[in-house]
């Protein structure tokens, strides 16, 4: 007599997998209606590019908090692929940007002008930043990476920093008293990314520090569906 095959066993290395494959290129999707909706418009006022600086900011941290404390491969490889899409996006806003320009004067990284950090004139400025913030973080993570409190502190420091990412976009709005501009559909996966990657954090015992934050930006996000009905409903605005 043949006795029941348990698939339960087979089924769950093929649910970790699908789940691996969707952090690894989920959290891109919500920015693939973001570049088309830019796109689109020929306008990213609407769209805060300091998201872009939050992410680039936190993935490259988290990579090197990735040498002191091995997690989950799947977010290594995550915050690379992370780093690339910010890249390509702040390529579109800086393109658009210098066509719709008024003003000829330029402002660069190397000028460290504080009053224009993150408002800087080329695309190669952002990379600068970001070759910058690379070569200090593999220095400071070289001399220090025995050091558990180091370790510790750079990985908080890259979640608490990815955790406030809707902020910027949250103040763009309210700024604008608009969300035209920023995708909704953006936001939603933004959503809908953070609740499945907070539960996924929690089912594969990741360090806290993962799914505090991931609970923080569902409550940021929640917020800023919040003011797309809030604003739906005021037709005068910076955009008309």
């Given at each position: 007599?043949?006795?029941?095959?348990?698939?339960?066993?087979?089924?769950?290395?093929?649910?970790?997998?699908?789940?691996?494959?969707?952090?690894?290129f989920?959290?891109?999707?919500?920015?693939?209606?973001?570049?088309?909706?830019?796109?689109?418009?020929?306008?990213?006022?609407?769209?805060?590019?300091?998201?872009?600086?939050?992410?680039?900011?936190?993935?490259?941290?988290?990579?090197?908090?990735w040498?002191?404390?091995?997690?989950?491969?799947?977010?290594?490889?995550?915050?690379?692929?992370m780093?690339?899409?910010?890249?390509?996006?702040?390529?579109?806003?800086?393109?658009?940007?210098?066509?719709?320009?008024?003003?000829?004067?330029?402002?660069?990284?190397?000028?460290?002008?504080?009053?224009?950090?993150?408002k800087w004139?080329?695309?190669?400025?952002?990379?600068?930043?970001?070759?910058?913030?690379?070569i200090?973080?593999?220095?400071?993570t070289?001399?220090?990476?025995?050091?558990?409190?180091?370790?510790?502190?750079?990985?908080?420091?890259?979640?608490?920093?990815?955790?406030?990412?809707?902020?910027?976009q949250?103040?763009?709005?309210?700024?604008?008293?608009?969300?035209r501009?920023?995708?909704?559909?953006?936001?939603?996966?933004w959503?809908?990314?953070?609740?499945?990657?907070?539960?996924?954090?929690?089912?594969?015992?990741t360090?806290?520090?993962?799914?505090?934050?991931?609970?923080?930006?569902?409550?940021?996000?929640?917020?800023i569906?919040?003011?797309?009905?809030?604003?739906?409903?005021?037709?005068?605005?910076k955009?008309?």
């Amino acid at each position: 007599m043949d006795l029941p095959v348990d698939d339960s066993e087979d089924s769950w290395p093929l649910l970790s997998l699908a789940s691996s494959f969707f952090i690894v290129f989920g959290g891109v999707l919500p920015y693939i209606p973001q570049y088309q909706e830019i796109k689109r418009t020929s306008n990213p006022d609407g769209f805060s590019t300091l998201v872009c600086l939050v992410l680039l900011v936190a993935n490259i941290l988290r990579i090197f908090f990735w040498f002191g404390k091995f997690f989950e491969f799947p977010l290594l490889l995550q915050s690379i692929l992370m780093i690339v899409t910010m890249l390509v996006l702040l390529s579109l806003c800086c393109s658009l940007q210098n066509v719709n320009r008024v003003s000829t004067k330029q402002h660069h990284f190397t000028d460290f002008e504080l009053d224009y950090f993150w408002k800087w004139s080329r695309f190669e400025d952002y990379v600068q930043f970001c070759f910058s913030l690379t070569i200090s973080g593999a220095l400071l993570t070289y001399l220090f990476l025995d050091i558990p409190a180091y370790v510790e502190g750079i990985g908080l420091v890259a979640l608490l920093t990815e955790a406030t990412l809707g902020i910027p976009q949250l103040l763009q709005n309210f700024k604008n008293r608009s969300t035209r501009g920023m995708s909704v559909k953006m936001v939603l996966l933004w959503t809908a990314g953070d609740c499945f990657k907070t539960g996924y954090f929690v089912l594969k015992a990741t360090p806290a520090q993962f799914w505090m934050c991931g609970t923080l930006q569902i409550c940021i996000d929640l917020a800023i569906i919040l003011q797309v009905f809030l604003y739906a409903q005021k037709p005068h605005s910076k955009f008309g």
